[in-house]
């Protein structure tokens, strides 16, 4: 896990990266084995959890089929 957003930045760009701040979104990528790279504090004390958008394709594919 990376300690600073300038250290993630490095490492990826914005376009791999998706940012979460809800935490239900964050609990369920948890909940199917996906673990941000970097959680911090945005505005008004929300977290918000970073992931490689490759990490999270297939978990986001499964949550488009199922939601019917």
Known sequence: MYRTHDELN???ADKEL???????QIVFY????V????????YGG???AFYLITD?????EK???NKK
Request: glycine letters at 6%; a positive charge.
């Open 46 to 48: 929300k977290l918000i």
């Open 30 to 33: 948890a909940s199917n084995g």
């Open 18 to 24: 998706c940012k979460l701040c809800n935490i239900k």
């Open 63 to 65: 949550w488009k089929r």
């Open 10 to 12: 490095k490492h990826y």
């Open 56 to 60: 999270t394709k297939d978990v986001w």
């Open 35 to 42: 673990q941000p790279l970097m959680i911090e504090e945005g």
